[in-house]
């Protein structure tokens, strides 16, 4: 059974940091890219960022580029999302997906192969 549990969600200040984890189980690491989107009350779902386990490499959004940083822990089947200098836009629930490649995260043009539920993340001001 394919799983993506997200973690590490909650309650931060503007410009503090907070770390997203992303656990994935029940398909073969290596061979997916592991995404990061978020969906506002009210607003379409972003894609954030994106990093393909196969060889790191990795994609932001220009909204976070800069603050945020991905990366990935192959032999824990994790991604995991730094977020630093957070702002209250950003506020919303963070779901990690995966597929093959990051087009999903780049494009709503494509899907995505497996998601996770979701965790919120409030950024106070």
């Known amino acids: 059974e394919v799983q993506l549990v997200e973690s590490g969600g909650g309650l931060v200040q503007a410009g503090g940091s907070l770390r997203l984890s992303c656990a994935a189980s029940?398909?073969?690491?290596?061979?997916?890219?592991i995404g990061w989107f978020r969906q506002a009350p009210g607003k379409e779902r972003e894609g954030v960022s994106c990093?393909?386990?196969?060889?790191?490499?990795?994609y932001y959004a220009d909204s976070v580029k800069g603050r945020f940083t991905i990366s990935s822990d192959n032999a824990r089947n994790t991604v995991y999302l730094q977020m630093n200098s957070p702002k209250p836009e950003d506020t919303a629930v963070y779901y990690c997906?995966?597929?093959?490649?990051?087009?999903?995260?780049?494009?709503?043009?494509?899907?995505?192969?497996?998601w996770g539920k979701g965790t919120l993340v409030t950024v106070s001001s």
């Open positions: 997906a995966a597929d093959r490649r990051c087009l999903g995260v780049i494009s709503s043009a494509y899907g995505m192969d497996y």
């Open positions: 029940g398909f073969t690491f290596d061979d997916y890219a």
């Open positions: 990093i393909r386990s196969s060889d790191g490499s990795t």
